[in-house]
């Protein structure tokens, strides 16, 4: 969302440092500034967020446009309606993206699906940036959903695409990034959604139609990065192109070891074909590795994190923040967040991702519970609205180490190259669908139980936290296929030797 990711470049050299005594110097510093290039997409997908902070200009905008042109003020709940359509369009959005993802990827390659995807960022920049000029809503409520199928894209396409250029042992941390980028994208829209600087009558257009200025960016930058070896070699069948990609991306000429374990995954894509998302509901050598991914996509946005930013102003208010003053404490709780994911950038290939995400959905449950107490008897007992605040950090802390960046990573580690597609579409369509119902449903609960709303997070994170426990492996270090073979056992299918590793069971 902004047009400052090439000063963020010097960010991404960082999340390599830790293997730079096992790698060579052009290797880290080439996949570190393709990770700033390809995460343009996941910043400018969360800027599409911000028109919810803008709640009073827009609500003049649409009641002024609706006044000129009918004569009369829109009623409450006939805005409510409006307002609703406006906030919910992004969600759908990203699921109806999340349904792209298989075709594209298969059929444009992981490069190409993100090179067109900045179409969906562009023209949504420009209908926003001059809604207001044209005097029209519709144009808003247009742009959400378009701009949601970018999100719904980028958010999928992003991590397979780094994962696939991966070395084994940078895996994580690469994959960890994209979230980096899209806190990065939240905090300074937050920041830019300041009172004194764009959150304004003149200013909410110039910050919705910023969004497309990272989408430019990539459109230069993007094309001079190779598309993704595996694909080119499995799908492509481009044996000479593969290696040399990856010749360029390792920074040395002996890459063979990659090119022949991709020819024998290439002789299993052949035996089996491509997956589709009936097939993977219906093939038993995947059925614990699709489970997973559907609890832990669950598991991200219904612990709580939407609710947590939902309720935060009321939260710091009612412990004696000034209301003026609430906009900068709530930035500071994004400031926590990215730093949090940059954290995790550095510990995921140490402490590995298993343990990152046990760490995390428990520290969610515990918070959601406390803060359940805490937020019940804070007209009763002193301390309660400091001990909110304390639970509103400590939540956003959990969340960022395990369940906002890990859940996408293992979909990448989970599965091979014939079913990674279909894998992602399910993925990101419950991560979407998630979102788009805590979005809808919240306000009520929030309305009908009150502070005992987020008891319900708490539980969700409790069963999230046992099935992660008693389910998911670590897959840390692993290749793709040894990972496989874990799951293998518990799908109860028959491990195969090592001529035969590379199929999907």
Same mark, same amino acid.
């Given at each position: 969302?902004?047009?400052?990711?090439?000063?963020?470049?010097?960010?991404?050299?960082?999340?390599?440092?830790?293997?730079?005594?096992?790698?060579?110097?052009?290797?880290?510093?080439?996949?570190?500034?393709?990770?700033?290039?390809?995460?343009?997409?996941?910043?400018?997908?969360?800027?599409?967020?911000?028109?919810?902070?803008?709640?009073?200009?827009?609500?003049?905008?649409?009641?002024?446009?609706?006044?000129?042109?009918?004569?009369?003020?829109?009623?409450?709940?006939?805005?409510?309606?409006?307002?609703?359509?406006?906030?919910?369009?992004?969600?759908?959005?990203?699921?109806?993206?999340?349904?792209?993802?298989?075709?594209?990827? !298969?059929?444009?390659?992981?490069?190409?699906?993100?090179?067109? !995807?900045?179409?969906?960022?562009?023209?949504?920049?420009?209908?926003?940036?001059?809604?207001?000029?044209?005097?029209?809503?519709?144009?808003?409520?247009?742009?959400?959903?378009?701009?949601?199928?970018?999100?719904?894209?980028?958010?999928?396409?992003?991590?397979?695409?780094?994962?696939?250029?991966?070395?084994?042992?940078?895996?994580?941390?690469?994959?960890?990034?994209?979230?980096?980028? =899209?806190?990065?994208?939240?905090?300074?829209?937050?920041?830019?959604?300041?009172?004194?600087?764009?959150?304004?009558?003149?200013?909410?257009?110039?910050?919705?139609?910023?969004?497309?200025?990272?989408?430019?960016?990539?459109?230069?930058?993007?094309?001079?990065?190779?598309?993704?070896?595996?694909?080119?070699?499995?799908?492509?069948?481009?044996?000479?192109?593969?290696?040399?990609?990856?010749?360029?991306?390792?920074?040395?000429? +002996?890459?063979?070891?990659?090119?022949?374990?991709?020819?024998?995954?290439?002789?299993?894509?052949?035996?089996?074909?491509?997956?589709?998302?009936?097939?993977?509901?219906?093939?038993?050598?995947?059925?614990?590795?699709?489970?997973?991914?559907?609890?832990?996509?669950?598991?991200?946005?219904?612990?709580?994190?939407?609710?947590?930013?939902?309720?935060?102003?009321?939260?710091?208010? !009612?412990?004696?923040?000034?209301? +003026?003053?609430?906009?900068?404490?709530?930035?500071?709780?994004?400031?926590?967040?990215?730093?949090?994911?940059?954290?995790?950038?550095?510990?995921?290939?140490?402490?590995?991702?298993?343990?990152?995400?046990?760490?995390?959905?428990?520290?969610?449950?515990?918070?959601?519970?406390?803060?359940?107490?805490?937020?019940?008897?804070?007209?009763?007992?002193?301390?309660?609205?400091?001990?909110?605040?304390?639970?509103?950090?400590?939540?956003?802390?959990?969340?960022?180490?395990?369940?906002?960046?890990?859940?996408?990573?293992?979909?990448?580690?989970?599965?091979?190259?014939?079913?990674?597609?279909?894998?992602?579409?399910?993925?990101?369509?419950?991560?979407?669908?998630? !979102?788009?119902?805590?979005?809808?449903?919240?306000?009520?609960?929030?309305?009908?139980?009150?502070?005992?709303?987020?008891?319900?997070?708490?539980?969700?994170?409790?069963?999230?936290?046992?099935?992660?426990?008693? =389910?998911?492996?670590?897959?840390?270090?692993?290749?793709?296929?040894?990972?496989?073979?874990?799951?293998?056992?518990?799908?109860?299918?028959?491990?195969?030797?090592?001529?035969?590793?590379?199929?999907?069971?």
């Amino acid at each position: 969302k902004i047009g400052w990711v090439q000063s963020m470049s010097h960010m991404g050299l960082v999340n390599l440092a830790h293997a730079l005594s096992t790698r060579p110097r052009y290797f880290s510093a080439h996949l570190s500034s393709k990770e700033c290039g390809l995460t343009a997409a996941d910043v400018f997908s969360s800027w599409a967020k911000l028109g919810v902070s803008l709640f009073q200009f827009m609500q003049e905008f649409y009641n002024q446009t609706y006044h000129e042109r009918t004569g009369q003020y829109m009623d409450e709940s006939f805005f409510t309606l409006l307002w609703s359509i406006s906030v919910s369009m992004f969600p759908l959005g990203g699921f109806l993206g999340s349904l792209m993802v298989g075709p594209m990827v !298969n059929k444009c390659g992981r490069k190409g699906t993100l090179l067109i !995807n900045n179409i969906f960022s562009i023209i949504p920049a420009i209908l926003m940036g001059t809604s207001k000029v044209a005097k029209s809503y519709e144009m808003i409520i247009l742009s959400r959903i378009v701009v949601g199928i970018c999100a719904g894209l980028s958010s999928n396409v992003v991590p397979m695409y780094l994962g696939e250029l991966s070395p084994r042992n940078l895996r994580g941390a690469l994959g960890v990034v994209p979230q980096l980028f =899209i806190t990065i994208g939240l905090i300074i829209a937050q920041i830019l959604g300041l009172r004194s600087i764009l959150a304004s009558e003149e200013g909410w257009p110039i910050l919705l139609g910023l969004t497309g200025v990272p989408a430019g960016l990539q459109l230069l930058f993007l094309p001079f990065f190779p598309e993704s070896p595996r694909y080119t070699l499995i799908q492509k069948g481009e044996e000479e192109r593969a290696r040399r990609d990856l010749r360029k991306l390792r920074g040395w000429d +002996d890459v063979e070891d990659e090119v022949e374990e991709m020819r024998l995954e290439d002789q299993a894509e052949k035996a089996e074909g491509r997956l589709s998302v009936l097939n993977l509901f219906t093939f038993q050598p995947l059925r614990w590795q699709l489970i997973s991914i559907i609890v832990l996509m669950a598991g991200q946005q219904l612990s709580g994190i939407g609710a947590i930013f939902y309720y935060s102003d009321r939260i710091f208010q !009612n412990a004696g923040v000034k209301e +003026d003053d609430v906009q900068y404490v709530t930035a500071g709780t994004g400031a926590v967040y990215v730093v949090m994911t940059f954290v995790a950038v550095f510990i995921v290939e140490v402490l590995g991702r298993r343990l990152l995400l046990l760490a995390g959905f428990g520290i969610c449950c515990v918070t959601c519970a406390v803060l359940t107490a805490a937020l019940a008897l804070q007209d009763q007992v002193a301390g309660m609205p400091t001990l909110s605040i304390v639970c509103v950090i400590v939540y956003v802390v959990g969340h960022a180490i395990g369940p906002s960046p890990i859940p996408a990573l293992v979909i990448t580690e989970m599965f091979l190259q014939s079913s990674r597609p279909a894998a992602f579409m399910v993925g990101g369509g419950v991560h979407w669908l998630c !979102n788009f119902t805590v979005g809808l449903v919240f306000p009520f609960i929030q309305g009908a139980l009150g502070p005992y709303s987020f008891i319900i997070f708490a539980v969700i994170g409790l069963l999230t936290t046992i099935y992660t426990y008693l =389910i998911v492996p670590e897959t840390k270090g692993k290749t793709f296929m040894e990972i496989n073979q874990i799951f293998a056992k518990r799908n109860q299918v028959d491990v195969p030797d090592d001529k035969e590793e590379l199929k999907d069971f």
